[in-house]
């Protein structure tokens, strides 16, 4: 099993901005992807960002241009640094561990395992 630690949610001002950060640990697979969705009140959860273990991301065309996903120098360790924030992206940040060539696509998956989640508020 894998086990999800996220870090680096809180409360900022519109146009501030927040790093979140996700560390796997446990029996991780040499190919997986680390993915980031967002469950935004009275809204549809969504998927904000995407990064492969070859390197491949994607953003959600929102944020796109403020977002933006990278690789840590820790072991499983994936950060989204989010700037610019804006209050339609106050929500619940999910990281989500997927393994399978259908995580990156969202269209299948052999393992897949979700962290807690960690609040990002954005005011105005």
């Known amino acids: 099993q894998v086990q999800l630690v996220e870090s680096g949610g809180g409360s900022v001002q519109a146009g501030g901005s927040l790093r979140l950060s996700c560390e796997a640990s446990?029996?991780?697979?040499?190919?997986?992807?680390i993915l980031w969705y967002r469950q935004i009140p009275k809204k549809q959860r969504e998927l904000v960002a995407a990064?492969?273990?070859?390197?491949?991301?994607k953003h959600i065309d929102s944020a796109k241009r403020r977002f933006h996903i990278t690789r840590g120098n820790g072991k499983a360790t994936v950060s989204l640094q989010m700037n610019r924030l804006e209050p339609e992206d106050t929500g619940v940040y999910y990281c989500?561990?997927?393994?399978?060539?259908?995580?990156?696509?969202?269209?299948?998956?052999?393992?897949?395992?979700w962290g807690q989640g960690t609040q990002v508020t954005v005011s105005s």
């Open positions: 989500n561990y997927c393994s399978g060539y259908g995580c990156f696509d969202e269209t299948d998956y052999e393992y897949t395992y």
């Open positions: 446990g029996r991780i697979y040499a190919i997986y992807t």
């Open positions: 990064i492969t273990t070859g390197g491949d991301t």
